[in-house]
């Protein structure tokens, strides 16, 4: 079993805009450490986290990265996330793994929508959060600090400070007197201990009467700031030069909460259709409770899954069940992960990070355990839907097999990365959360798996629905000697409106009937045909929903009424009664945070009106930014990243996420029917 125990794991998640100097920082770490010989540099493609070969082509994180290292008597697990807006579900997916996450910022790029996006995130899944502001030699800290408190409230305080110029770094907690680079130390000192003895009234009483707390009073209730988000520390640091990363790490040893201190994750126990939320205490010897909150392949080690274990102990001879499952897994080996390198261990204690080899049953997002009379669930944090799409055929003939294996292992490993294959166009399409996305998932079908593929944009993916009632009829009879086929169906459909989520929902299937009019056991066969049109179409080709069809009446013949006859029959009745009942075609519309230099702001509302979008608000952010918020049509946007671009001189910043369906313009509607041509029915 591991040498450290559950009270000396710290577990934390390094977020940030890309650029930041996230990878360097926890480079940095590691050889303070000992756990590296050297620093390496991303430049040189050096370094521990992105050692994939794409990373190094790239030049920046395609993925998350997990590391450990043991520094003052703590077992530190660290996870260096992407930080482009077009792989943020792997920053998202990290989070449930740890007990704190560390944005990093720096001066010269400040605060951008993914940055807010993660600490939003953070916040409402009460994860205990920490700002490091990165570079304080080159840019400048001291209005970065004042953007972040303006951007994340006046809980973000430093607990730390540069000085001599941003050569080295003094501590607020443990100093109360001296200079820095951002003024008297004692102020900082005093803003600190404000906010930390607000969560303790004895404390408090006790800082009013004496006018001092020993550091050592306001460790726990340091962390129970922390846990509670009335304190969001920030440190300062310069990782080229390793200035401040040796104090940071005695800080995070020092003040950052344990896992049994931290905010537990939120797991459920599930029995049949109810279920309960699970007391977890990160017992070693309690229930095994262990999340798989990231999956990748190795090239020689082969399908890893990266679990993080919250209560319990997973040891590599237990036979853990995954979610619902009856049976067992046989896990064979467990190991620890140091960036692609792994480590065979005998176990994981509560807390703990730890990886599972060739294992088939383990998906992303499963949850292992061993509770008895029911199984565990993870209220995971939703990742963003992949909306930007490429439609791909392999360049060889014979390429599909091996595109299809590609891709699924691809999936696998990417929750934000999708395969579908449209039947009513022919084409597959990939999607994902941006160009830069996509482009990386072509590199790795090439570089990884040997398969080339030629690309387009794929058609718009429309849905089609109806806003209104009608009737529809059709009788179906064919005579071709011998038995023949008879089948009569009367059905109405009607809108059926999405949840109070805004969900939407397919096909609400009614039997009307009554006297026997069309016999139960074609019922099916009815359905089956409508449930046809709803794939394919009725108007233009398009899948359709929020449809509710009742059948009411019919007709059958004792001999020659068959199923064939009957689904015919409702296929045909169903599309009548859709033509009638005023159909519309709806296109997919996206979210957008936009955020750039205020004089730009008349530039995005004009190119947002042209796209058919609309501005719902715009907020002033820290840096003479604006954030405005929008929605359009993704067919309109689909290429934004390119347009912004060249509007802003390379100054704005985007991020972009499903939002709803809206019926399209009478013109663009009528041009797509018209191009529909509907095969015959192959009776």
Same mark, same amino acid.
Not at 313 to 327: F, I, N
Not at 517 to 528: D, L, T
């Given at each position: ?21 996230? /990878? ?74 740890? =007990? ?100 303790? =009234? ?176 993870? !209220? ?14 392999? /360049? ?28 009513? /166009? ?52 064919? #005579? ?55 794939? =394919? ?60 230099? &205020? ?24 840096? !003479? ?17 390119? #347009? ?18 809206? &019926? ?20």
């Amino acid at each position: 079993m591991p040498k450290h125990t559950t009270e000396q794991i710290r577990n934390i998640a390094f977020v940030g805009p890309s650029g930041s100097g996230k /990878t360097t920082i926890v480079e940095t770490m590691l050889h303070n450490t000992g756990a590296t010989g050297r620093v390496g540099t991303v430049e040189d493609g050096t370094t521990v986290c992105d050692s994939s070969d794409l990373e190094k082509k790239f030049g920046h994180s395609l993925d998350s990265a997990v590391v450990h290292m043991n520094h003052d008597g703590c077992h530190i697990n660290i996870i260096d996330t992407p930080g482009r807006a077009d792989f943020l579900g792997m920053a998202i997916s990290a989070l449930p793994a740890v =007990e704190a996450m560390v944005l990093v910022l720096d001066p010269d790029t400040g605060i951008d929508p993914v940055a807010r996006r993660l600490m939003k995130l953070a916040g409402e899944r009460n994860l205990p959060r920490a700002i490091m502001i990165n570079k304080m030699n080159t840019g400048d800290p001291a209005t970065l600090l004042e953007h972040v408190k303006e951007t994340f409230g006046s809980e973000c305080v430093p607990i730390n400070l540069p000085t001599d110029g941003g050569s080295a770094v003094v501590r607020c907690l443990q100093e109360t007197q001296g200079d820095s680079d951002l003024g008297d130390v004692a102020s900082f000192h005093t803003a600190l201990v404000d906010q930390i003895v607000e969560v303790d =009234e004895a404390l408090m009483e006790k800082y009013l009467e004496e006018g001092e707390i020993a550091p050592d009073e306001l460790l726990a209730p340091f962390k129970r700031a922390m846990c509670e988000g009335h304190l969001v520390p920030v440190a300062f640091c310069s990782a080229r030069q390793n200035v401040g990363l040796k104090k940071f790490l005695d800080q995070i040893a020092y003040l950052f909460p344990n896992p049994t201190e931290g905010n537990f994750r939120p797991i459920e126990k599930v029995v049949g259709d109810e279920s309960e939320a699970l007391e977890l205490t990160g017992d070693a010897g309690g229930d095994l409770i262990g999340h798989v909150f990231k999956v990748a392949s190795d090239p020689f080690v082969g399908k890893l899954s990266y679990v993080r274990v919250h209560n319990g102990t997973l040891k590599a001879s237990e036979q853990p069940r995954v979610d619902d499952g009856k049976k067992g897994v046989r896990l064979g080996h467990v190991f620890q992960p140091q960036g692609r390198e792994t480590t065979e261990v005998e176990g994981a204690v509560p807390g703990d990070i730890c990886c599972l080899a060739k294992i088939d049953d383990i998906h992303f997002d499963s949850v292992l355990h061993d509770i008895s009379g029911g199984h565990a669930r993870m !209220n995971s944090i939703p990742l963003p839907k992949p909306m930007y799409g490429l439609a791909i055929e392999p /360049t060889n003939k014979g390429g599909e097999t091996k595109l299809g294996e590609a891709t699924s292992k691809m999936m696998a490993e990417d929750p934000t990365f999708h395969l579908e294959r449209v039947a009513t /166009t022919g084409e597959q399409v990939i999607r994902g959360l941006g160009e830069l996305h996509l482009r990386a998932k072509l590199e790795q079908l090439k570089e990884q798996f040997g398969v080339e593929v030629d690309t387009h944009p794929p058609k718009v993916a429309y849905k089609e629905t109806i806003q209104g009632n009608a009737e529809g009829h059709h009788r179906h009879k064919k #005579q071709s000697g011998g038995s023949g086929q008879f089948g009569e169906v009367y059905l109405r459909v009607e809108p059926v409106a999405e949840d109070t989520e805004g969900i939407s929902k397919g096909l609400l299937f009614v039997d009307d009937t009554f006297g026997g009019s069309v016999p139960k056991q074609f019922m099916p066969a009815i359905e089956k045909g409508i449930r046809r049109v709803m794939t =394919e179409g009725a108007i233009a080709g398009y899948p359709m929903q929020n449809i509710k069809v009742s059948v009411y009446d019919g007709k059958h013949h004792p001999v020659d009424s068959k199923e064939v006859a009957f689904m015919t029959a409702g296929r045909r009745a169903f599309i009548e009664a859709v033509q009638k009942a005023k159909p519309v075609l709806l296109e997919p519309y996206v979210k957008l945070e936009i955020t750039v230099p &205020q004089d730009f702001i008349g530039d995005i509302s004009s190119d947002m009106s042209g796209r058919r979008g609309r501005i719902q608000g715009t907020d002033m952010v820290a840096g !003479n930014q604006v954030c405005v918020q929008a929605e359009a049509p993704l067919s309109e946007v689909m290429i934004y990243a390119n #347009q912004l671009k060249s509007m802003t001189g390379g100054a704005g910043s985007y991020s972009m996420e499903y939002s709803h369906d809206e &019926q399209t313009p009478p013109n663009v509607q009528a041009d797509v029917v018209k191009a529909f041509k509907p095969q015959d029915d192959e009776d």
